[in-house]
Each structure stands twice: as structure tokens, then as C-alpha cells.
């Protein structure tokens, strides 16, 4: 391990001082100009899967700060950072009055075996409670409907499971189809059921037994003989069945059954075919966004540093007039806009595409807060606005939230950037938790500008490509809360708004 030789400049020392608290696994890099690589200080070996170098470039030794030096934003925080040794840290970049970079490593890795422990005991408990009720389910009086010439399905979520055996014909209906797989989806092989499933809803989820019957329809086996089902749904001691049969109606009601049901079969296959290609239109759509937002991040960062620069350089500015200041301020202040705006874009794209998996762990709200108050501490200062954290007295000592920390992070920071956009100059920003008559509730509160009832209501009912300006003239993204909504409800979680117009905002995340 190489100490590092270089003194602290007094911005550096002030940094330290002031935004790294005393963390245990505290490692330090200094960069030349050239972000190659002069000195480093404690266990570097947990971010790194190679040994610093000196001279080397950042980027050989930890690839996955590719483009972060210089930083776009001086200083830049990076939180949960997974590196190539599969810690989790907090990186600091700061750029010095030498423009030499400095990366402050804090280790935000949490080994929780006694949770971990705990976790498991409880989901084994809930298994064994789940398989019990499983075994009740499927040993009802379905199981023998076989021998009826009925197939049975039992109805969990938007899966179909098969209850006892099935009857012949449902075998030549899938041996028509090609389907080998004992795990196939009921839909692929009769897309009938998938608009008659939302005829049912209604059956499957009210509070009483009940049943429904569909229309019939036609398909065909591989020796070409036609069969004509019918489908009931049927919801029985709180669970949901879905029963399907042959049907042998004769006579002309008969024929005009089977008629129908041709008709219907013709739509059916229309309709699949349509969603399909738009499916994959959507598919490509998104993929296509994300590929750009994420292409585009680095030649609008350049234009930032650029402007920057020139805006920083004093001999340079002697030379312009206040024209050409002004026109070069407002360049740099559309990229920032346009790169935000890129980066909710990729966000939103890749939640579209499902492109996440949540990582679940044991959270420090008050560290989120901080984070939060880091990542909006100049647009708060630039409107006079406080910020704090607020942990009810009424919650119980043994409270823990486990979440993503990334994910949420960034819902929160972009509620808290919504609220300093709608806060007048002076105004309050308060992020805190408090106990519920379902739970608990996490919460950002300002003293805003607030909104009226009927714009609160529809605030998170669907995508908006609008936005509204913010106290100081501020253009947002019209993504920010779309990607909230989506993120509070991948942790299975609810959001809503509580406004009033002239006294402010209160977004609740219920946590169930």
C-alpha cells in the first residue's frame, strides 16, 4: 500500500472535513491532470480488482469510472457504486485548484447475516404455510373433474396452474400447438381465455362465491377435427377457478354457436397478431431510446466541461462582452438541462424494458437524506430553502426498511427536486417517516406553492410529456415522477400527493 505523499491543499482538507464522515474502509486515489494515477491511501483492494499503478490511467485499474474524470460537476458524488470486486461504495470525485482529481472511496457494503438469518427462518415459515394451503387448493373437488371432460386450472395472479389430469382433447389441442413444455402458458395455447379472463374479474374478485360462463369457440386438433369449448370462471372459499369443456350444442342454436364461434376465432387471431407487432414495437422502441440516452451522456457532458471551462477562465472573459457571457451561461445551463433530461430518459426507458433487479437491504434513511440534501444542496442554496429530516417519535426503536438503496435514492432526489422546483425562495423541504393506520409512510413535505384537487388526483394516473415551470423558471423533464411511481411500486409500495395551493405539497410513499 502506497501512502499518499502529496499534502492536502486547504479545499481538499475542508472537503474531507466537511462532506466525508469517519468511515471505516476509507480509501483515497489522487489523479494528475491526465486522471493517470500519482498516489493512493488505505484498502484500495476492495474497489479494485487490480493494484494501482503508478502512471497508469484511472480507467485500466476500474473501468466502471469510465468518463467520470474529470467530473461534469465539481465536487461529483456517485452513490452505491458497485465495483469490480463486488463492494459497494460511495465516490467522491473532487478536482483540486491544480486540476488534480481526488476519488474518496467509502465502503457502503452491508453484511447482515443475522437478518439474512432471520429472513430465511420467516420465509420458510410462510412456505410451509403457502405449500399447506397449496396442497388444500389443489386436492378440492376439481382434482377429479377430469373424468367429466373437463380441464381445471386454478387462477394465482396471471398464472394458470393445472389441477389433477387432463382430459384427451386437451392433449390433442396441445400436441396441435406444438407445445412440449409442462410449464406453458394457458393463453398461448387458447387465446381466448385472455380476453375472457378480464370478463371475469369482476367474478374472480368479488367478496362472494360465484361463476361466469363465456362464449364458445372453435379450435382445431392435428388430425383437423374441430372442437368447441366453453370456459367458466368460478371463485370458491376465496380461491379462483378456471374450468374449460366441450361443447355439444345441436340443432340450429347449435350452428349458430359454432358460427360465432368461428367469427370470433378469425378476431382473436387478428387481434394476436396485432399485439404481437406491437409488442415488439414497443420492445424496440424502448431498447432504441435507451441505446441513444445512454450514446448521447458523453458528448453532452464534453459541451458542460466545455462551458465550464470557458466560463471559469478569467483572461477569457475579459475578452467577451456580456452578450456573448450571457450566451455562453445559457449553453451551459440548457446542457444541464438536456442531460438531465437524458438521463431520466435512460432511467425510464430501461424501467420500461424491466432492465433492473431490486437489491434488497437493510436501509439508513438519515444516509439517504443526507445524499438527497448533497444532490440538491446548490439549487437550495440558490433559493434560500432549508432542508431536514424528520423520524417520528412514535415509530417503534426496532424499525428497519429494507430497500433498494439505489433506486430509492434516486425516487427520492427527484421528489426532493420537484419540491425545491415548486418552493418559493425561503421555503422548507422536510423528508421523514412516520407510524400509520396501515404501516408507515415515507415522506417528502415542502412549503410550496402546492396544487389544486384536480391536478393532484391525476398527478401519478399516467405519463406526461408536459411540465409546468418552477418558482424560479425552472423547466423539469416530465419524467421524474413517472419514474418514482414506477420504482415505489416495484418495492410493492403505493405513492400519492396531499396539496394544498399557497401552502404546499406532502408526496406519501406507503410502505406496506
Given amino acids: 500500500?502506497?501512502?499518499?505523499?502529496?499534502?492536502?491543499?486547504e479545499a481538499v482538507t475542508e472537503y474531507i472535513i466537511s462532506k466525508i464522515p469517519p468511515y471505516i474502509g476509507l480509501a483515497m486515489i489522487q489523479l494528475d491532470e491526465n486522471a493517470l494515477i500519482k498516489s493512493w491511501v488505505g484498502p484500495v483492494e476492495k474497489y479494485f480488482s487490480q493494484q494501482p499503478v503508478k502512471g497508469k490511467h484511472l480507467e485500466e485499474v476500474a473501468p466502471y469510472l469510465f468518463g467520470m474524470v474529470p467530473p461534469l460537476v465539481n465536487p461529483m458524488v456517485l452513490p452505491h457504486i458497485q465495483t469490480?470486486?463486488?463492494?459497494?461504495?460511495?465516490?467522491?470525485?473532487?478536482?483540486?485548484e491544480l486540476m488534480h482529481t481526488w476519488l474518496f472511496f467509502v465502503d457502503q457494503t452491508r453484511t447482515a447475516v443475522q437478518i439474512q438469518k432471520l429472513l430465511q427462518t420467516i420465509n420458510d415459515e410462510k412456505l410451509k404455510i403457502a405449500r399447506a394451503r397449496q396442497t388444500n387448493k389443489f386436492m378440492g373437488p376439481f382434482n377429479a373433474f377430469y373424468l367429466l371432460d373437463y380441464a381445471s386450472f386454478i387462477k394465482e395472479k396471471d398464472q394458470y396452474l393445472a389441477i389433477g389430469k387432463m382430459p384427451v382433447w386437451f392433449k390433442e389441442l396441445k400436441n396441435a400447438h406444438q407445445i412440449e413444455q409442462p410449464?406453458?402458458?394457458?393463453?398461448?395455447?387458447?387465446?381466448?381465455?385472455?380476453?375472457?379472463q378480464y370478463e371475469a374479474v369482476d367474478c374472480w374478485e368479488g367478496p362472494i362465491d360465484a361463476k361466469l360462463e363465456s362464449g364458445i369457440?372453435?379450435?382445431e386438433t392435428i388430425t383437423g377435427r374441430l372442437i368447441y369449448l366453453q370456459a367458466i370462471a368460478v371463485k370458491h372459499a376465496q380461491v379462483n377457478y378456471l374450468l374449460i369443456k366441450p361443447s355439444n350444442k345441436n340443432g340450429r342454436e347449435g350452428n349458430e354457436l359454432i358460427q360465432k364461434a368461428r367469427e370470433q376465432r378469425l378476431t382473436l387471431d387478428q387481434l394476436a397478431r396485432t399485439e404481437k407487432q406491437l409488442k415488439k414495437l414497443l420492445s424496440f422502441k424502448d431498447q432504441f431510446v435507451s441505446i441513444v440516452s445512454h450514446d448521447l451522456r458523453s458528448p453532452i457532458g464534453a459541451v458542460i466541461g466545455l462551458s465550464e471551462i470557458l466560463l471559469s477562465d478569467e483572461n477569457l472573459r475579459l475578452k467577451m462582452d456580456e452578450g456573448q457571457k450571457e450566451l455562453l451561461s445559457d449553453i451551459n445551463e440548457e446542457m444541464r438541462r438536456?442531460?438531465?433530461?437524458?438521463?431520466?430518459?435512460?432511467?425510464?426507458?430501461?424501467?420500461e424494458l424491466?432492465?433492473?433487479?431490486?437489491?434488497?437491504?437493510?436501509?439508513?434513511?438519515?444516509?439517504l437524506a443526507e445524499y438527497v440534501e448533497r444532490m440538491q444542496h446548490i439549487k437550495m442554496q440558490e433559493k434560500k430553502i432549508s432542508f431536514s429530516f424528520v423520524f417520528d417519535s412514535k415509530m417503534p426503536k426496532e424499525f428497519e426498511l429494507h430497500a433498494d438503496e439505489v433506486m430509492?435514492?434516486?425516487?427520492?432526489?427527484n421528489l426532493v427536486g420537484n419540491s425545491v422546483k415548486f418552493t418559493p425562495e425561503g421555503g422548507k423541504i422536510m423528508m421523514g417517516v412516520e407510524k400509520c393506520k396501515h404501516g408507515f409512510n415515507l415522506y417528502i413535505a415542502d412549503t410550496g406553492v402546492g396544487m389544486p384537487e384536480e391536478v393532484s388526483k391525476k398527478l401519478f394516473k399516467d405519463f406526461t410529456n408536459k411540465s409546468t415551470m418552477g418558482t424560479y423558471g425552472e423547466r423539469g423533464t416530465g419524467l421524474g415522477l413517472g419514474i418514482v411511481k414506477k420504482i415505489v411500486e416495484?418495492?410493492?409500495?403505493?405513492?400519492h400527493v396531499e396539496s394544498t395551493p399557497g401552502k404546499g405539497s406532502k408526496f406519501i410513499i406507503r410502505i406496506k
Fill in 408 to 413: 430509492l435514492g434516486q425516487a427520492l432526489n
Fill in 1 to 9: 500500500m502506497k501512502p499518499v505523499t502529496n499534502t492536502f491543499s
Fill in 183 to 196: 410449464d406453458f402458458q394457458l393463453i398461448d395455447l387458447f387465446p381466448f381465455i385472455e380476453v375472457f
Fill in 338 to 351: 438536456l442531460l438531465d433530461y437524458n438521463d431520466k430518459l435512460y432511467n425510464w426507458s430501461n424501467l
Fill in 354 to 367: 424491466g432492465n433492473f433487479k431490486l437489491s434488497l437491504i437493510k436501509t439508513d434513511l438519515k444516509q
Fill in 84 to 96: 469490480d470486486t463486488g463492494h459497494y461504495a460511495e465516490i467522491h470525485v473532487l478536482e483540486d
Fill in 217 to 219: 369457440w372453435e379450435e
Fill in 490 to 495: 416495484a418495492h410493492g409500495w403505493t405513492i
